[in-house]
């Protein structure tokens, strides 16, 4: 199968694109500088030079050349909803495949550190987190491509980590960097579910086998806590752990990364175990503790 990985270069298109490769199919991925065009060519992903903003047309010609489209970028609000829009005119009517990666964030919680009884299936009804509102717009045209000719589909996973990750477990351990102590907001009882980068990459093999036209797949496969996590950490170093008011957190991890670390975003993965099989094989976040790269995050800068 031809594929393009739109995000090939990334944390998350980048592990999905090396799996797809890994498994026989042949597989371009979108490169914005000649080093990410090298870097893809060494792992044996054909590189395409191009970019959402001046050089989207090239994408798009890219992606009409593919059986299979994974749409995995990190792009702004205009750019995501101008691409995706652009990529469904120039594949309706194809039978081709879009597989769109959103993510839990567009429904999470601001609870401030505070547990949250909300947990979300797929088919669930959500209020979008309202930086993320931009997002759910974009799953939900992908998903209504479905109706013609496109087998589109949705993979909205949790908090996404793994070797390589810059999620919670990372971010608290810089805050230890900049603060002394391993850092939460409020109690620490928010809880965003989180699922193994490895999980994930099959989790896309399996939508692609199995998938059904204008889906939406959850993927998870457990929870932990911040104050948890912020414990653990403090143990590795031998520091206190600390709690943060939502102020002090953005002197730690700026605006964004205080709401993120703030929130709680609970899901359930229910269509994607009953309709594509799918069963995580990492369950524990955890067990990332104690490594040297991110005992490395916790070292101020001289």
């Known amino acids: 199968m031809k594929v393009c990985v739109v995000g090939a270069t990334g944390f998350v298109g980048g592990a999905l694109a090396r799996h797809l490769s890994a498994e026989g199919h042949t597989v371009t991925g979108l490169a914005r500088t000649e080093g990410a065009a090298a870097t893809l060519a060494s792992q044996g992903i054909t590189p395409v030079a191009g970019d959402l903003a001046e050089r989207r047309p090239t994408v798009i010609e890219a992606a009409r050349a593919a059986d299979t489209v994974v749409y995995a970028a990190q792009a702004g609000p205009e750019q995501e909803t101008a691409t995706v829009q652009e990529l469904i005119r120039a594949l309706t009517g194809t039978d081709q495949t879009l597989l769109f990666l959103s993510g839990s964030g567009v429904l999470v919680q601001r609870t401030a550190g505070a547990w949250s009884p909300d947990v979300f299936a797929e088919d669930d009804p959500v209020t979008p987190e309202p930086l993320a509102a931009y997002r759910k717009a974009a799953e939900d045209t992908v998903r209504a491509a479905a109706q013609h000719g496109l087998r589109a589909m949705v993979v909205r996973p949790g908090l996404i980590w793994g070797p390589g990750d810059h999620g919670h477990v990372p971010m608290v351990y810089r805050s230890v960097a900049a603060t002394g102590a ?64 939502l102020r002090e957190a953005a002197d730690v991890w700026g605006e964004f990364g205080a709401l993120v670390m703030g929130v709680s975003g609970r899901i359930r993965a229910v269509r994607a175990q009953r309709d594509l099989g799918w069963r995580p094989r990492h369950t524990d976040m955890l067990t990332m503790i104690g490594e040297e790269r991110l005992r490395r995050l916790a070292v101020p800068a001289r």
């Open 182 to 245: 391993a850092c939460y907001i409020g109690e620490g009882l928010n809880t965003y579910s989180h699922v193994h980068i490895d999980d994930v990459t099959r989790r896309f093999s399996l939508a692609l086998d199995k998938g059904r036209p204008g889906g939406l797949y959850h993927a998870v496969a457990g929870e932990t806590p911040n104050r948890w996590i912020a414990e653990r950490v403090a143990a590795d170093l031998g520091v206190e752990a600390r709690s943060l008011t």
